[in-house]
Nanobody, 112 residues
Framework: QVQLVESGGGLVQAGGSLRLSCAAS????????MNWFRQAPGKEREFVAT????????NYADSVKGRFTISRDNAKNAVYLQMNSLKPEDTAVYYC?????WGQGTQVTVSS
């Protein structure tokens, strides 16, 4: 069965960096686009970034463009989100998504 397991969240000061990872299993990883979403307290879950199966094409929400980078390693069945210049408004639970499948999420907290 499909499994998506996020890791790498934590507490960081504004301006800092974190790298999230999502380990995938149960499907042919390189065949699928992978996505990161986030949900802040009291807000709707929102799109953050996506990457095609080959890794050649990426797209980002305007709010993270230029600060976050999505990448993948098809040999390791993993997708990553490098987050730089973090802001308090980036505080959220970050989720990995493939098709209709979601991971359990990892908490990112940015202190001011």
């Amino acid at each position: 069965q499909v499994q998506l397991v996020e890791s790498g969240g934590g507490l960081v000061q504004a301006g800092g960096s974190l790298r999230l990872s999502c380990a995938a299993s149960g499907f042919t990883f390189s065949n699928y686009n992978m996505n990161w979403f986030r949900q802040a307290p009291g807000k709707e879950r929102e799109f953050v970034a996506t990457i095609t199966g080959s890794g050649r094409t990426t797209n980002y929400a305007d709010s993270v463009k230029g600060r976050f980078t999505i990448s993948r390693d098809n040999a390791k069945n993993a997708v990553y989100l490098q987050m730089n210049s973090l802001k308090p408004e980036d505080t959220a639970v970050y989720y990995c998504k493939m098709g209709t499948y979601w991971g359990q999420g990892t908490q990112v907290t940015v202190s001011s």
